[in-house]
């Protein structure tokens, strides 16, 4: 279209103008074409600019005629729907649809697009806070030692995240002591003891990699000292009374959960028990492997399945096979002939019917034994388990005997 310097002048002041009582954050983008496609219809092309570190929200055009040297506009409207997403750099249409009223023979048409934008808001990604170790309260005890030490790290926490890992290690100490279940909340001191003061420490890391650390101190009293009073040379020797044997009082246990009735998980999945005595008898280092054995169970038990229905149903085709008879009839409606189905077919039907049955027993036969294995593994591992338990709970009696040619003695001893 050509356009007088003064009309394009005026054009663009008017343009101007409508942009700035707009007041919205808006972008002209002037790659725009206008076709006529009819005296009432038009296609509207138009390429949205890149717009850095913006989000194009809509798009809405404007068209403005000029007719006997005045300039107005005759269409404006958005023409993006809701929840459009708009992309930069693609070329876009739409078509204009007017009246023979709004657009003459000898109009000048001009299109202008639009774009509204907004800033897409700054995400604040939260700092991760690291978690929060707990030692547990610090420990006193009497020797020589008739309880079970046990470290407890339960308290320890996340507050946005989770603990992946922990570990306890011996800080000082007179003696140096083993810590039965170092990655472990709860764990067990062992060893042989001696007075004075220990301090153990406990770091945990959370699933961000953030760590931090508790200590709990341990003070060991000496056993205390038993004053003797000397007797004069002319008392009588008393023989001292029998010295009774003590009975280790029972020590307050954490619940077991590794024992053998968790066998009966495995008869109901198997791998599910087996995951639950894959540890101690505490639950601690428990190992995820082991469901593997319930993969292979259910992989056997589909596979049992799917040969059984196709059993069955290259059964059912040779039975409908070895039935089918025709008959042929002359015109008075005599049997004349008879002909039956393909016996090759019906073979070939008959045998891939067996052969999946025979998959089907072979893989009931697997599963069942993985089941039943299964089972009988965890009631042997759980047992053991709870033997153990039971042994830290209550100490162990032993019977013994012992002599020295001359005098025979016996008794019971009891590890505390």
């Not at 006529?36 to 989000?55: A, F, G, I, P, W």
């Not at 931090?212 to 101190?217: G, K």
């Not at 993969?295 to 399945?305: C, E, K, N, Q, T």
Request: proline share 6%; aromatic share 8%.
């Amino acid at each position: 279209m050509q356009y007088s310097k003064l009309n394009k002048i005026l054009l663009v002041c008017l343009l101007l103008v409508l942009k700035a009582i707009t007041g919205q954050a808006q972008e002209l983008i002037n790659t725009v074409d206008l076709e006529k496609l009819s005296n009432t219809s038009y296609k509207v092309r138009y390429k949205l600019n890149e717009l850095k570190d913006q989000e194009l929200t809509s798009v809405s055009l404007k068209i403005y005629r000029r007719r006997q040297g005045k300039v107005e506009e005759i269409f404006s409207e958005e023409i993006t729907k809701p929840g459009t997403r708009l992309n930069p750099g693609q070329t876009y249409s739409y078509t204009w649809n007017t009246s023979t009223s709004v657009v003459k023979d000898g109009d000048e048409l001009q299109a202008r697009i639009f774009v509204s934008y907004t800033k897409p808001p700054v995400v604040k990604v939260d700092p991760n806070k690291p978690p929060k170790a707990n030692a547990g309260p610090d420990i006193a005890i009497q020797l020589p030692l008739n309880l079970v030490v046990i470290l407890d790290g339960m308290l320890s926490y996340d507050e946005d995240g989770k603990i992946v890992s922990l570990a306890w290690r011996q800080v000082s100490g007179p003696s140096i002591m083993k810590i039965s279940s170092p990655a472990s909340y709860k764990s067990y001191v062992v060893g042989e003891f001696k007075p004075g003061y220990y301090l153990f420490e406990l770091a945990v890391t959370d699933d961000k990699g953030a760590k931090s650390s508790d200590t709990v101190s341990l003070t060991a009293k000496a056993p205390p000292v038993v004053q003797t009073q000397p007797t004069p040379d002319s008392a009588v020797t008393k023989r001292p009374p029998p010295v009774q044997p003590k009975v280790a009082p029972r020590v307050s246990m954490p619940e077991m959960k590794g024992g053998p009735s968790n066998a009966l998980l495995s008869l109901v999945l198997p791998g599910v028990g087996h995951y639950f005595v894959s540890g101690d008898q505490y639950g601690n280092d428990r190992k995820t492997s082991v469901f593997l054995i319930t993969a292979l169970y259910a992989g056997s038990v589909g596979g049992a399945i799917y040969y059984k229905l196709r059993s069955d149903n290259e059964y059912d085709k040779y039975l409908e096979l070895s039935k089918f008879r025709e008959y042929q009839y002359d015109g008075d409606g005599n049997i004349i002939g008879v002909r039956g189905a393909n016996q090759a077919a019906s073979s070939q039907y008959l045998s891939d019917a067996r052969n999946s049955h025979k998959n089907f027993l072979i893989l009931t036969g697997v599963s069942a034994g993985i089941m039943i294995g299964d089972a009988v593994y965890t009631f042997i591992r759980g047992s053991k388990n709870k033997k153990a338990w039971e042994e830290e709970a209550r100490g162990s009696t032993r019977l013994f005997f012992s002599s020295n040619g001359t005098n025979l003695m016996a008794g019971i001893r009891v590890k505390l």
